[in-house]
């Protein structure tokens, strides 16, 4: 029975130990040799231009940039429930940058989720949608980053616990989340459609805003756009879940992603502006119309048949009728505060004067997005020309914000009454504006 007994421990003591040795192979990644930094003129013009077209298709510097510190240094804090990460440090720095990356440790980084040293990188950084982009953008990716001026900047210390902030870690949620692929041609769909997927599901990484998140922060699967609250913002779906009274058509799609505006949705708000405004300012038409096209196939648009002018007319007669009876205080703060901005008495809504009942923010099923912009308003320096909301965070309190909230859902939108509107504001007013994504 001994004998038995010590046979059945050692041959457990095996298994652990080639399981151990098998996760640690898994787990191990080697070091790529440093490079001595590349000087500037070892990159063609054109291939950098197209790099710095990519990086704003990507958003790069939103993450990679701290408020008032140089372009791609790195020190932005991003928070999530695992702690705060802070974006390292992009430029060509060779002691604290990527100076003395290889096109090859770039490439893995951006692929596999693995630093130059070996290190598996948190998946904060969305490696998972990076994979996805082809070797000759990648190449110009490179390139551009690489002729940035370099910056010594060492970013601040992560504040995720142990023992989640061990390395290893990484390596089994990639085990558990993490398939690498390339992106293939969907010989169904035309070239705008594909182009416009290649774009979204890759460097422009959209799914990862507004796709809802597991506990352990990966993309929930099957639920691939169906909006998710982010850093106090609201990220709304782009699928045919969207509550807005009317779709989101090709024609809707590329006003907001080219101007940031569109009469029958609304004006772009927090990071989402930065995303319009600072991010595909630079890209070129072709590829604004592309993404228009790919979701205008999620939104199912076709699906979804609507009289626009009906729902128009019957949102803009509703906008009219402004109840005071009762001490309604959300009406009153209505036209003490918003109806000489908000009040389209021509009979047409426009871009620069949002109808709300028209209005995205008004509709979804979080309210973060309305508050964060009646609160922080819309700076001149976040929005297309012509556009300017002073915020009221001043003005009123959080039980004035929550009754103007709740009674512009109750009167704009069919949509069902937010709950636990006065403790959503208060959390609102203790950020700061700008962070996260959302469609006024």
């Given amino acids: 029975m001994l004998k038995k007994i010590f046979t059945g421990l050692l041959l457990l003591l095996a298994l652990l130990i080639v399981a151990a040795l098998a996760a640690y192979l898994y787990y191990w990644r080697p070091a790529l040799a440093p490079i001595n930094p590349p000087a500037a003129t070892a990159f063609s013009p054109q291939v950098v231009d197209k790099g710095r077209i990519l990086a704003g298709m990507g958003n790069c510097a939103a993450c990679h940039t701290a408020k008032g510190g140089a372009e791609y240094a790195g020190g932005h804090g991003l928070a999530t429930p695992f702690g705060t990460i802070y974006a390292t440090n992009i430029t060509p720095d060779p002691q604290t940058g990527i100076g003395r990356w290889s096109l090859a440790a770039f490439q893995r980084a951006m692929r596999e989720g693995v630093g130059r040293d070996g290190a598996h990188l948190y998946p904060v950084f969305p490696y998972t949608h990076f994979n996805m982009v082809s070797d000759a953008d990648l190449t110009a990716l490179y390139a551009y980053f690489m002729t940035r001026p370099p910056v010594y900047a060492v970013a601040p210390a992560n504040s995720v616990p142990f023992p989640l902030n061990l390395r290893p870690l990484q390596a089994g949620w990639k085990l558990l989340y993490f398939k690498p692929a390339s992106f293939q041609l969907d010989a169904a769909q035309g070239l705008d459609w594909n182009r416009g997927r290649y774009l979204a599901e890759g460097l422009a990484h959209c799914a990862a805003c507004h796709t809802p998140r597991n506990a352990l922060g990966a993309e929930v699967a099957n639920s691939a756009y169906l909006g998710a609250s982010i850093d106090h ?87 009219r009728r402004v109840s005071l009876v009762d001490n309604d205080r959300g009406a009153s703060l209505y036209v003490a505060a918003c109806a000489s901005c908000h009040s389209n008495s021509n009979g047409q809504p426009v871009a620069l004067r949002p109808e709300l009942s028209l209005n995205s923010a008004v509709s979804a099923p979080d309210p973060a997005n309305l508050i964060q912009v009646i609160l922080h308003g819309i700076g001149k320096d976040e929005a297309m020309p012509g556009v300017l909301m002073p915020g009221f965070a001043a003005a009123l309190t959080d039980n004035d914000v929550a009754q103007l909230a709740a009674y512009l859902r109750r009167s704009r939108s069919h949509q069902p009454a937010w709950t636990n509107l006065e403790a959503a504001v208060a959390r609102a007013r203790a950020t700061a504006p700008a962070s996260g994504s959302a469609a006024k």
């Fill in 233 to 319: 913002w609201y990220a709304p779906a782009l699928t045919s879940a969207n509550t807005a009274p009317l779709p989101w058509t090709q024609a809707e799609l590329y006003a907001f992603l080219r101007t940031g505006a569109t009469a029958l949705h609304g004006v772009a708000a927090g990071p989402m502006s930065a995303v319009v405004h600072e991010g595909m300012d630079a890209s070129p038409d072709a590829d604004i119309r592309a993404l228009s096209v790919y979701f205008a196939g999620v939104a199912a648009v076709e699906q979804r048949q609507v009289d626009t002018d009906t729902v128009v007319k019957a949102g803009i007669q509703r906008s």
